[in-house]
């Protein structure tokens, strides 16, 4: 059944693609104002790295600490602007600082935290030259480990007292696994990608599914994209909801109001773009093939899982490549998803909980659906599957607004399209984009 070109459809899909131009181009210009968890993750690895020096063999710190951490610490904070350095980075820089004239100067305030201003007065003891004989215990002050042992050792006290081995040793494997995961996973994921790219160039006539589109038009994926995703899911519902939902949990901690900001935001925006694809799709007749338009055929599972993971091995090396080129070419551009900030910020577990179900579930489900389900296959069948995929990647990576994260974005669009395409199916693309938010979800709780 064709969907007639009416001109109310008309009217409404240009006011749509007008105000998707205005609202991207105001979303894209912010996010470059918007502060980059680069570095802030870059400063955790290093502090990381500190801790874990002690529980290291000499023949693996050059490896994964690289030359001199505690100088490269030093120098990070140091390099943290006056008015941006908080009172816990302001302590450690002090500690660390060699020169008891730059030590007074950092000093020079007063800090709110107590436990902080105990350690304050031990280290403004010794520039006066009182010699520090003893320091409170790990139960007796509340100091996180990597500040108790760089607080002590700068007073001069045996490090038997200053490090916590235990905690060293568990810092180390944190460490040691969010280096390795990525490398692991990127050797492995080249090899399956050299080994497909010498599959497919040897065997030509290997043919893939053939791609059921439901038969709708471009003027119905502006509708879906720019009236349903972007005007209605990320702009009107959760204008609607979020402040109601800012006054019901006025009283929780802070974490867990963001987190839950974060969730039932991410569930309204799914709302209007769920209903305009139910309208669009129950005015058509039956695909007459396993599993409809859609195409989830979740069955076989196995075969989806092992789609799955090898897609997301494959697509590995190229996402970061491309994220490591726009930093050397441009630079760090910022505007990082504000969600990594709060993953990489909470300790809580229902908060974390809350962010996990939206990161790895919500979304990939919900804009597989969009993304590949639908537009994909309807581009495809109008411009064919070179320029589908490119464009509904493109689409996808320019949605979640963000400058510095469009180049990765754009690649990992184009993965989830070809997987799409390769295996006929939704599932294994779902679970794919899982893989990836996941895999991202832990790298950050491990620097955490």
Request: contains cysteine; glycine residues 6%.
């Amino acid at each position: 059944m064709r969907q007639s070109k009416t001109g109310w459809k008309w009217v409404l899909a240009l006011f749509s693609l007008l105000l998707t131009v205005l609202i991207w181009r105001q979303g894209l210009e912010e996010s470059l104002d918007r502060p980059s968890v680069v570095p802030k993750i870059s400063l955790r690895q290093t502090e990381m790295a500190v801790t874990a020096s002690s529980s290291l063999p000499e023949s693996l710190k050059d490896v994964f600490l690289g030359p001199e951490p505690q100088e490269k610490l030093y120098q990070a904070l140091n390099n943290i602007p006056s008015e941006q350095i908080d009172d816990r980075q302001r302590l450690l820089l002090a500690a660390l600082e060699n020169s008891d004239e730059k030590q007074v100067m950092i000093l020079k305030n007063d800090f709110k935290d107590k436990n902080f201003e105990v350690v304050r007065n031990y280290i403004l003891d010794k520039v006066k030259g009182n010699k520090v004989e003893e320091f409170p215990g790990f139960n007796e002050i509340k100091l996180d480990p990597l500040l108790y042992q760089i607080s002590c050792s700068s007073l001069g006290l045996d490090d038997k007292k200053c490090i916590n081995q235990r905690y060293n040793l568990r810092t180390a494997i944190r460490l040691l696994s969010s280096q390795l995961l990525p490398f692991l996973a990127s050797f492995i994921g080249s090899i399956f990608l050299i080994r497909y790219i010498f599959i497919f160039t040897r065997k030509q006539n290997t043919q893939w599914p053939e791609i059921i589109a439901p038969p709708l038009s471009i003027i119905d994926m502006i509708i879906l994209i720019s009236g349903g995703f972007v005007v209605i899911g990320e702009v009107v519902f959760p204008a609607l909801l979020i402040p109601i939902t800012d006054l019901l949990f006025n009283n929780l901690t802070s974490a867990l109001k963001e987190s839950l900001r974060v969730f039932i935001g991410y569930c309204s925006m799914t709302i209007g773009p769920l209903l305009i694809i139910r309208y669009q799709l129950m005015g058509l007749e039956s695909s007459g093939v396993e599993g409809g338009w859609l195409q989830w055929k979740i069955k076989p599972i196995k075969e989806g899982i092992f789609k799955s993971i090898s897609g997301w091995l494959m697509i590995m090396p190229l996402v970061l490549l491309i994220g490591w080129f726009m930093n050397e070419i441009i630079g760090d551009q910022g505007g990082s998803n504000p969600l990594l900030e709060l993953v990489l910020n909470s300790d809580e577990f229902i908060p974390l909980l809350f962010l996990l179900i939206t990161t790895v579930i919500l979304a990939p489900v919900f804009e597989e659906l969009v993304f590949r389900g639908v537009l994909l296959p309807v581009l495809v069948s109008k411009v064919g599957k070179i320029s589908g995929v490119l464009l509904s990647a493109l689409i996808f990576a320019l949605a979640h607004l963000s400058v510095g994260e469009l180049p990765p974005l754009f690649v990992l669009g184009i993965g989830l399209g070809l997987m799409r395409l390769s295996s006929g199916r939704l599932f294994p693309c779902a679970l794919m984009h899982s893989l990836w938010n996941g895999v991202t979800f832990a790298s950050l709780l491990l620097v955490a």
